[in-house]
């Protein structure tokens, strides 16, 4: 067969209307029905998101179908044929609608020095009317479905409408800017997140291999952050290349959950402590920098002194520098300009009996001094205008006494967020100690606060967790939980979350989440080079813990918005620093719209839910939204990729793992078990011997 006739044996149809989001195909009368034979091997056609080609000058334009259907027309519309007036039937024309999607050229390979097809993003020239439409060839259906040949890395599925074709992707593209699989319960998720985890590094190992460097391990970092405990079993087989991190008790092979309080930043302290902004968030964060520094006896009193004395001249001073209004205009300034100056006379009288001269003395003059000057204002129950000289003798004699005493950031130096272990058993007395020196009406404010840190500190399913003895250096925390140099400890680790108590569950992925991010930046900063560490941090059910904002604003942050700041700060800056994140959730519509709108590449399973739906459809643009209304009805391991990963949205078949190397989700056997071809005895002594021992 000649190149011409070759060509003319692929073309189906006629371009009958464009626009730029579709264009109108008349088929062919002998065009194929069902089952198309002149590609070289059988392929079906017409079908819905199957692929055509449009020849143009830059090449072709690839297009997928959206619609298919007959239109009756009053006379045949076949050329060569003169009868037109004496037929009167009607004559079946099959149309369907195609939406391009990017073009496809021709390039000569670097490699081989011969010529490939290539598909590119986008349509460089749109056909005109007239212009016929071919179906592709095997080899351009290969082209159009699958990667360019720098981005033949992992395979993770083939292409149901395209011959089976292989989809390879490049993790680089998958993983570098962020990845989303989205789907309902059942649909295959979890299976593809640890299908893409296995066949990446399956990947790697053939590609150090074949590059002749053995079997040295990948140096890959994937952590897994698993709510529902059902990964482990899914990468069992790699045996100590996995680290599987849960809360006791644990099995052989496994490591306990340590997630040290003292590695907790101030902002997480204070919303599992639930501190209020008033006198607890200060108190708390207090205590945490002089427990850090080793300051376990409290501050010294006249630390203590320093710090009220700098707070009132302060506040005399912002009183200064508002203006006349504030101390000499209506009754009301100048009444709250006298009760500022009774508080500090009050106070350095009470502060003068915890200290030594000439302190003691020197405080009692100060207080005398904020006497005299609202005494010699006092108007019955009113107040005259104070002036300016008579504010600026208290300020001043306020700050000349403060400078006589220790800073309390020489108490202090170590910021609350510094990761250094300190006694978290502790914290609770030191933090009551302390307010008991700053008066009654303090100490009142903490003992809540107080009692929340015991009281957590007490859970026996938390007690190791957070506080556990002797303490682990931070080193080898990162070397466990992010991986060793070279990935020599495995290029994988699983925390499984299963058994956390649900009211702290946000605050370990929250914490875990946060070192994993800044142990990379400063990775990068240490780095000579200043180059990234690749890590993949892969966040199962993510709608449970980045979820949308808005129910839950108030004046101390919550354990939920602290997990959600800490992924939207990652999924906005963990590009830069090699951290590519994973989502996995059903339920799309419930997530962040920033960390969503940080995703580059989406796996989208079967979607039912309406809400989850029009989240979904906005992803992609209008000419390629009919790809989406299949998504109701996408049977499991079926899924689309689209985004940065993939030139144009594709249907794919997502590879199957074997049944050892499945995440624990499958469907529950209820007929199995009922008809007794599935055992389930129950000892329930057992469970509960488990349940109160943890």
């Not at 090449?59 to 259907?69: D, K, L, N």
């Not at 002036?387 to 309390?408: F, I, K, M």
């Not at 602290?562 to 799309?588: H, N």
Request: hydrophobic content about 40%; some cysteine.
């Amino acid at each position: 067969m000649t190149p011409i006739e070759r060509l003319s044996s692929l073309v189906v149809g006629a371009v009958e209307s464009v626009s730029p989001g579709e264009v109108r195909v008349l088929l062919e009368l002998d065009a194929p029905h069902a089952t198309a034979l002149n590609t070289g091997t059988p392929a079906p056609f017409p079908r819905i998101n199957s692929y055509v080609l449009i020849p143009n000058e830059a090449g072709a334009t690839v297009a997928y179908i959206s619609w298919i259907g007959i239109e009756r027309s009053p006379y045949p519309k076949r050329s060569g044929l003169k009868d037109f007036g004496l037929i009167d039937l009607p004559f079946p024309l099959r149309k369907m609608s195609v939406s391009p999607v990017g073009t496809l050229t021709r390039v000569r390979d670097k490699v081989t020095g011969g010529m490939r097809h290539e598909l590119s993003r986008g349509v460089m020239a749109f056909p005109s009317v007239g212009d016929q439409v071919l179906m592709p060839t095997a080899e351009q259906v290969e082209a159009i479905v699958g990667a360019r040949d720098s981005d033949r890395r992992v395979r993770i599925g083939a292409s149901p409408l395209a011959s089976n074709a292989a989809i390879m992707v490049d993790p680089d593209k998958l993983f570098g800017r962020h990845l989303a699989v989205l789907g309902n319960t059942g649909s295959g998720k979890s299976c593809t997140v640890a299908g893409l985890i296995r066949w990446s590094l399956d990947a790697a190992s053939r590609a150090i291999a074949d590059g002749g460097r053995g079997d040295t391990p990948a140096n890959a970092r994937f952590i897994v952050l698993d709510p529902n405990g059902e990964y482990a079993r899914a990468f069992a087989d790699l045996g100590d290349k996995v680290r599987v991190f849960r809360v006791p008790p644990i099995a052989a092979g496994e490591r306990a959950l340590e997630v040290p309080a003292w590695l907790w930043s101030g902002h997480e302290w204070t919303a599992v402590a639930q501190a209020q902004p008033g006198a607890q968030r200060p108190l708390l964060m207090q205590g945490l920098r002089e427990l850090k520094s080793g300051q376990t006896q409290g501050v010294p009193r006249e630390a203590v002194v320093r710090r009220y004395l700098v707070s009132y001249a302060t506040r005399v001073s912002a009183m200064l520098n508002s203006g006349t209004q504030a101390f000499a205009g209506s009754p009301r300034s100048r009444f709250e300009c006298a009760r500022l100056l009774e508080t500090i006379q009050n106070d350095c009288n009470w502060l003068a009996q915890g200290v030594e001269e000439p302190t003691t003395s020197e405080l009692t003059a100060a207080a005398a001094r904020a006497e005299t000057v609202v005494n010699s204002r006092r108007s019955g129950a009113y107040f005259n205008d104070f002036s300016v000289g008579d504010l600026e003798s208290v300020r001043d004699a306020l700050l000349t006494l403060a400078e006589t005493l220790p800073d309390l950031g020489d108490a202090a130096p170590i910021s609350e967020d510094a990761p250094l272990f300190f006694d978290v058993n502790l914290l609770a007395e030191h933090l009551e100690r302390t307010a008991s020196e700053q008066g009654a009406n303090v100490a009142g404010f903490v003992s809540t606060l107080g009692l929340r840190i015991r009281g957590m500190l007490a859970d026996h399913r938390l007690g190791a967790v957070v506080g556990h003895q002797p303490p682990v250096r931070f080193e080898d925390w990162l070397s466990d939980y992010v991986g060793d140099s070279g990935g020599a400890n495995g290029p994988m680790a699983i925390v499984d979350l299963s058994l956390v108590p649900s009211e702290m569950v946000h605050i370990m992925v929250a914490v875990l989440a946060r070192l994993v991010f800044e142990s990379l930046q400063r990775y990068r900063r240490v780095n000579a080079e200043g180059k990234a560490l690749p890590t993949v941090l892969v966040l199962e059910e993510a709608h449970t813990f980045v979820r949308r904002g808005g129910d839950d604003a108030g004046p101390a942050a919550t354990p939920g918005q602290l997990c959600r700041e800490t992924f939207e700060r990652i999924a906005r800056e963990g590009r830069k620093f090699g951290l590519g994140l994973v989502l996995s959730s059903q339920r799309p519509s419930e997530l962040s719209p920033t960390v969503l709108a940080q995703c580059n590449t989406f796996l989208l399973h079967r979607i039912v839910n309406d809400a989850d739906q029009n989240l979904v459809g906005r992803l992609v643009p209008d000419n390629v939204a009919g790809l989406l209304r299949e998504l109701p009805s996408l049977p499991s391991r079926q899924a689309v990729l689209l985004g940065w990963a993939t030139p144009i949205p594709v249907l794919v078949e997502v590879d199957e793992l074997p049944d050892a190397q499945r995440p624990q989700s499958s469907d529950p056997d209820f007929w199995g078990v009922w008809t007794l071809r599935e055992p389930r005895a129950v000892d329930w002594a057992a469970i509960v011997a488990d349940w109160t021992s943890s």
